[in-house]
T-cell receptor, first 110, second 115 residues
Framework: DAGITQSPRHKVTETGTPVTLRCHQTENHRYMYWYRQDPGHGLRLIHYSYGVKDTDKGEVSDGYSVSRSKTEDFLLTLESATSSQTSVYFC?????????FGPGTRLTVT | GENVEQHPSTLSVQEGDSAVIKCTYSDSASNYFPWYKQELGKRPQLIIDIRSNVGEKKDQRIAVTLNKTAKHFSLHITETQPEDSAVYFCAVPPLRETSGSRLTFGEGTQLTVNP
């Protein structure tokens, strides 16, 4: 597996609380992505980054923000978590098209 | 965005049989077509990909074929084994993608190989 880690791997939080998920890579890849995976919906892009401080929205970005202050780290923040954001979140990296995924974070919002 | 349709959504085969999964897309400018395999509880992993300048690519028991005219590409798995059981996703670059980095994923095919 490519050098991608995600933290935490599991989290349970309450509605209305802020949550930050971290993706860390050691491959020095330019592009980083956050996806959510839900039954029946495959992988849906939340936000992505094409360089330090360069980010853009994906197809399901409402309720999420991101930051990338270093090449190796891409943070996903849920400002005020809702039950609809219960999901498995995957980070991915790429350089020339092929995307490589992190191990995932299972988030439950109660 | 790019419209990606993947069929079938579920596929059950006997061990040793072949399996075929098909994806259709809408953007004729797409030029990169990967397939991912996701085992239960694991991350998606790239298993094979093809670029638009070739029509077929093989890697041992798996192959991908591309028909750019008809805008579809398929994953072929021969001599299936129980460890091939997983969810398979196709992906294509979204419409007007200029950096060549983003992908739109199909909804997945659950393949079950029965011993």
């Amino acid at each position: 597996d490519a050098g991608i880690t995600q933290s935490p791997r599991h989290k349970v939080t309450e509605t209305g609380t802020p949550v930050t998920l971290r993706c860390h890579q050691t491959e020095n890849h330019r592009y980083m992505y956050w996806y959510r995976q839900d039954p029946g919906h495959g992988l849906r892009l939340i936000h992505y980054s094409y360089g330090v401080k360069d980010t853009d929205k994906g197809e399901v970005s409402d309720g999420y923000s991101v930051s990338r202050s270093k090449t190796e780290d891409f943070l996903l923040t849920l400002e005020s978590a809702t039950s609809s954001q219960t999901s498995v979140y995957f980070c991915a990296i790429s350089e020339l098209g092929e995307q490589y995924f992190g191990p995932g974070t299972r988030l439950t919002v109660t | 965005g790019e419209n990606v349709e993947q069929h079938p959504s579920t596929l059950s085969v006997q061990e040793g049989d072949s399996a075929v999964i098909k994806c259709t897309y809408s953007d004729s400018a797409s030029n990169y077509f990967p397939w991912y395999k996701q085992e239960l509880g694991k991350r998606p992993q790239l298993i094979i990909d093809i670029r638009s300048n070739v029509g077929e690519k093989k890697d041992q028991r798996i192959a991908v074929t591309l028909n750019k005219t008809a805008k579809h590409f398929s994953l072929h798995i021969t001599e299936t084994q129980p460890e091939d059981s997983a969810v398979y996703f196709c992906a294509v670059p979204p419409l007007r993608e200029t950096s060549g980095s983003r992908l739109t994923f199909g909804e997945g095919t659950q393949l079950t190989v029965n011993p």
